[in-house]
Nanobody, 121 residues
Framework: VQLQASGGGLVQAGGSLRLSCAAS????????MGWFRQAPGKEREFVAT????????RYTDSVKGRFTISRDNAKNTVYLEMNSLEPEDTAVYYC???????????????WGKGTLVTVSS
């Protein structure tokens, strides 16, 4: 199984980025997908998750109204649209796949290597 995240980069505060995560080696539509992030010196934290069909999403409070998670099961890809970015969003962003209905990091089965997002003030 491979999860390949892309789309990170350097952006000014208030800007936007779109992350993508292409999955292979698994039946994508059977997995809940999630985005997590880890800022320098901090623990990995949950950002957003989307159900197998895309009908249900959940976000951490700090990104609600700014970030949107979506998926395209035909393309085996999950996205994270990030708007109104803040310096506090600076982190390595990881995508993950979980077979259970849980969105907890501990319950995710597969992880990508991450893509760095840097937001300058």
């Amino acid at each position: 199984v491979q999860l390949q995240a892309s789309g990170g980069g350097l952006v000014q505060a208030g800007g936007s980025l779109r992350l993508s995560c292409a999955a292979s080696g698994l039946i994508f539509s059977l997995y809940r997908m999630g985005w997590f992030r880890q800022a320098p010196g901090k623990e990995r934290e949950f950002v957003a998750t989307i159900s197998r069909t895309g009908g249900s999403t959940r976000y951490t409070d700090s990104v609600k109204g700014r970030f949107t998670i979506s998926r395209d099961n035909a393309k085996n890809t999950v996205y994270l649209e990030m708007n109104s970015l803040e310096p506090e969003d600076t982190a390595v962003y990881y995508c993950a796949a979980g077979y259970s209905s849980s969105w907890s990091a501990a319950d995710m089965n597969y992880w990508g290597k991450g893509t760095l997002v840097t937001v300058s003030s």
